[in-house]
């Protein structure tokens, strides 16, 4: 990347496909997808070290969103991240229109 390389939470990766089924190491996933790439930059110049996990999804629906976050603050309590308060995340009131 042009402001440098951003690295992969690695630990926080394999918990995550620990917490939940639908997620799967799959790198070739984000060959031809640059969403990413648009959007880290601003990252890069909010916040000098950061890792993240990225995550491809297609059209999915809710039922996977759901099992998704719920494996997202699974992995996040297993790591013991603090960094935002995610825990709040628990009280969020699931609706499908």
């Keep these: ?30 060959q031809f997808e640059n969403s990413l790439e648009t ?11 950061f890792h993240i ?3 491809c999804l297609k059209k999915v629906d809710f039922s996977i969103c ?8 699974k992995a996040l309590e297993h790591k013991g991240e603090n960094s935002f308060n995610y825990r709040k995340l628990r009280h969020v009131t699931f609706r499908v229109s």
């Design 53 to 55: 996990v990225p995550i």
């Design 1 to 30: 990347m042009r402001l440098g390389d951003i690295a992969i939470d690695e630990e926080l990766a394999t918990q995550l496909c620990k917490e939940t089924s639908i997620v799967k190491p799959v790198p070739a996933a984000h």
């Design 39 to 49: 959007q880290l930059p601003f990252l890069q110049c909010l916040k000098n070290d």
């Design 66 to 73: 759901k099992n998704l976050s719920e494996g997202i603050i």
